[in-house]
């Protein structure tokens, strides 16, 4: 395990889970889609808004916790959906949703998790929400719905941005599978790296006969292969995502699912409008972690409409590039109610489970509050717009 004492940030965190893990499995976490154009976009979009502090307030009692569909959470932060995160660590998943209970703040299970998403609120406790993927067969993608509901989840988010899949050259030059396999490719990638081998690899391969499938997909009994299979040709596309889907789709999925019910990937104010006016609780502005639409506008270029656009009427959560507690703040100034954050947490539990995940979820803590002692805040819900200033804003130097 590695020493987490020494990961003064995120940065930190990245660093030790590119030394634990293959790089094949690495670059499947940390890159996005083709010229990686979005990821840097999201970075850049972030760095150029700078916070405008306020001083001699007194600031020795702050609260960075925010209340979320009716929950207090002690962070303005949610564990956004990360795909199959067992991969990445032994049960990943269960690490994530304990580490996200611990600290009081809400986690997101992915469709293409591998791990029971009933045991996962058994074992996780705390607030989860899971997300859904409408694939090819859109009745088997409602039993899907119908069991996140009888498990107990107490959100559903429908990823609406991809109805396609992306388009990673980064997974098709490395031999990225899912689930991953040890071939002639990947063998020395895996060799290199003993303590994914030992710690992750070993366990599913002793314990549960090998790396686990999709554990949350519906699969009818002619598609059972591709649950081991993502990319085959035999699976007759089953887990293509299904390209039909439109605002009478949500209808029906707005009758089906009566608890709170979130859009993911929302970036236009008017689609934000929709989504309100067809009885969505919240919205993820967000643009996928730059890996769907490369040249995508960011979740924060995105934010002041979608605000503006929808006042009070949507829960927003913002996402994508978050590496730092003033880039939380960032996000609250423009407009969101929580920052969601994906890699941070990935981060961390590739890097050392769920003490990983549980760390970086202090460091983003310590810094929210941190950031708010020399912004003059007391609460989050104190921050708006006058708190940062946009390159518009600033005078030209020189
Ligand atoms: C490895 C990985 C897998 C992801 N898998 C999913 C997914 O299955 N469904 C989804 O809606 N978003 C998925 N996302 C996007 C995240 O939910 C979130 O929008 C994004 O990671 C936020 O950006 P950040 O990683 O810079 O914090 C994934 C992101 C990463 C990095």
Not at 48 to 62: E, F, N, T
Request: net charge neutral.
């Amino acid at each position: 395990m590695p020493n987490l004492d020494k990961a003064l940030n995120i940065a930190d965190l990245r660093l030790l889970a590119k030394k634990r893990l293959t790089k094949v499995l690495f670059d499947f976490c940390d890159k996005a889609s083709e010229d990686q154009l979005s990821l840097r976009h999201n970075r850049e979009a972030l760095d150029r808004i700078k916070l405008m502090p306020r001083m001699l307030r007194d600031v020795s009692g702050r609260d960075p916790g925010v209340t979320l569909f009716g929950r207090k959470h002690d962070l303005p932060l949610v564990i956004g959906p990360t795909g199959p995160a067992g991969y990445v660590w032994y049960r990943g998943e269960t690490a994530l949703a304990k580490a996200a209970a611990a600290a009081n703040i809400p986690c997101t299970l992915a469709s293409t998790s591998n791990t029971p998403m009933e045991k996962i609120v058994a074992d996780g406790g705390g607030t989860q929400w899971f997300q859904l993927y409408i694939w090819q067969d859109i009745e088997a993608s409602m039993l899907t719905v119908q069991r996140a509901l009888d498990a107990g989840f107490e959100a559903l988010v429908l990823t609406v941005d991809s109805p396609v899949y992306n388009n990673r050259e980064v997974d098709v030059r490395n031999g990225f599978t899912l689930p991953p396999r040890v071939n002639a490719k990947t063998a020395l990638d895996v060799a290199m790296h003993p303590r994914w081998l030992f710690g992750t690899l070993c366990p599913y391969l002793w314990m549960e006969n090998g790396l686990p499938p999709f554990a949350n997909i519906h699969f009818p009994e002619e598609h059972k292969a591709a649950a081991d299979d993502y990319q085959s040709k035999s699976t007759g596309g089953f887990l293509n995502r299904n390209e039909t889907l439109d605002w009478d789709f949500l209808k029906r999925l707005r009758d089906a699912w009566r608890k709170k019910l979130l859009l993911k990937g929302i970036l236009h104010p008017d689609d934000a409008v929709m989504a309100a006016d067809a009885g969505v609780d919240g919205v993820f502005v967000s643009n996928h972690a730059g890996n769907v639409l490369d040249a995508a506008v960011t979740a924060w270029d995105a934010l002041p409409a979608i605000k503006d656009a929808t006042g009070d009427r949507l829960t927003l959560i913002a996402d994508t590039g978050v590496r730092r507690g003033s880039d939380v703040l960032k996000g609250l100034a423009l407009g969101a109610n929580a920052i969601a954050v994906g890699r941070a947490t990935l981060y961390g539990v590739a890097a050392a489970g769920e003490p990983g995940a549980a760390k970086a979820i202090d460091i983003l803590g310590s810094e929210i509050r941190r950031t708010m002692a020399a912004m003059g805040l007391t609460s989050v819900s104190e921050i708006n717009q006058d708190h940062i200033r946009l390159p518009s804003d600033l005078p030209v130097s020189g």
